[in-house]
Nanobody, 128 residues
Framework: VQLVESGGGLVQAGGSLRLSCAAS????????IGWFRQAPGKEREGVSC????????YYSDAVKGRFTMSSDNAKNTMFLQMNSLKPEDTAVYYC??????????????????????WGQGTQVTVSS
């Protein structure tokens, strides 16, 4: 399995970027593709995820209404359209593949963070 992100860069606050995740060795119809990010000094956090395994989808509260996932299944490529970017969106963004967006932990279901396969990441920097 290989995941390759692209599309990161430097953008002013309020601007947009579109990240791509080209996947090989992954069957999109039987997979969950997630986007994660990690800012310096902070823990990795889930941004969004779509699972074709069970139809689940989520966006974190921090990006809901601003970020949108889409896919080109014919090209095995997943996209993350990021609009109205804020300086706090600055981070390294990773795409990852697994089967499920959620996992059962404790008494409930939470976004899964330890995906099986990861890309190398792409830097997104939003200037104020």
């Amino acid at each position: 399995v290989q995941l390759v992100e692209s599309g990161g860069g430097l953008v002013q606050a309020g601007g947009s970027l579109r990240l791509s995740c080209a996947a090989s060795g992954v069957n999109f119809e039987d997979s969950a593709i997630g986007w994660f990010r990690q800012a310096p000094g902070k823990e990795r956090e889930g941004v969004s995820c779509i699972s074709n395994t069970d139809g689940s989808i989520y966006y974190s509260d921090a990006v809901k209404g601003r970020f949108t996932m889409s896919s080109d299944n014919a090209k095995n490529t997943m996209f993350l359209q990021m609009n109205s970017l804020k300086p706090e969106d600055t981070a390294v963004y990773y795409c990852a593949a697994d089967h499920w967006c959620y996992e059962h932990r404790g008494l409930g279901w939470v976004p899964k963070l330890d995906f099986a396969f990861w890309g190398q990441g792409t830097q997104v920097t939003v200037s104020s």
